[in-house]
């Protein structure tokens, strides 16, 4: 089993900066997709940015120029830092882990944490 746990989350002003981390327990074998989610209030879950093993990331439309995915393998921990955020960037933030190959491949999800843009 994998275990993502998120942090970081909180009450920021618009155009303000955050950094929310997101570490995986469990053992994590070869290729794992890293990415965050976010759901609105009254809206569906969607991907923010994604990040492959080796480094390859895709990010939604509306975050591209603003907010920067990375990880560290050794420590299995995904990072989405988050700047000039817009109040239509509040939402719980969800973390999934999504390993590959390996005895524990599959699709894990964090208890998710809110990121509420206001002034």
């Known amino acids: 089993q994998v275990q993502p746990e998120e942090s970081g989350g909180g009450l920021v002003q618009p155009g303000g900066s955050l950094r929310l981390s997101c570490a995986a327990s469990g053992s994590i074998f070869g290729i794992a997709l890293m990415g965050w989610y976010r759901q609105a209030p009254g809206k569906q879950r969607e991907l923010v940015a994604g990040?492959?093993?080796?480094?390859?990331?895709n990010y939604a439309d509306s975050v591209k120029g603003r907010f920067t995915i990375s990880r560290d393998n050794a420590k299995n921990t995904v990072y989405l830092q988050m700047n000039s955020l817009l109040p239509e960037d509040t939402a719980v933030y969800y973390c999934?882990?999504?390993?590959?190959?390996?005895?524990?491949?599959?699709?894990?999800w964090g208890q998710g944490t809110q990121v509420t843009v206001s002034s």
């Open positions: 999934n882990v999504k390993p590959l190959i390996g005895p524990t491949a599959g699709d894990y």
């Open positions: 990040i492959l093993s080796g480094g390859r990331t």
